[in-house]
């Protein structure tokens, strides 16, 4: 079993940047693939990116391809988001994610494909 604290949420100007991080502790982090979801209020959580487990492969939502960055450190067991171009629509409580149930170089886009949660982030961008 795995646990995720997120941190490096907070306020930001429209434009402006934020790094998110998640740490993991518990398990070994290299075997998962991991992921960055997040939920803004009245809303279903959604998928924002993905990493395989390998480190090699990531994925992307459309509404942040080209402004997100999402990467891994796993000597350090943190997973990032470089988060740029903020727009007011990103405002939302972020949340990271890790999944046993894909292959080393692949990446996981659903909720359903992962099995453990941090407690999440806000992140609020002012316009």
């Known amino acids: 079993q795995v646990q995720l604290v997120e941190s490096g949420g907070g306020l930001v100007q429209a434009g402006g940047s934020l790094r998110l991080s998640c740490a993991a502790s518990?398990?070994?982090?290299?075997?998962?693939?991991m992921g960055w979801f997040r939920q803004a209020p009245g809303k279903e959580r959604e998928f924002v990116a993905a990493?395989?487990?390998?480190?090699?492969?990531?994925t992307y939502a459309d509404s942040v391809k080209g402004r997100f960055t999402i990467y891994r450190d796993n000597a350090k067991t943190t997973m990032y988001l470089q988060m740029n171009s903020l727009k007011a629509e990103d405002t939302a409580v972020y949340y990271c994610?890790?999944?046993?149930?894909?292959?080393?170089?692949?990446?996981?886009?659903?909720?359903?494909?992962?099995?453990?949660w941090g407690q999440g982030t806000q992140v609020t961008v002012s316009s």
């Open positions: 990493i395989a487990s390998s480190g090699g492969s990531t």
């Open positions: 994610a890790a999944s046993l149930a894909v292959t080393r170089f692949s990446t996981a886009s659903s909720v359903r494909q992962y099995n453990y």
């Open positions: 518990g398990s070994t982090f290299s075997n998962y693939a």
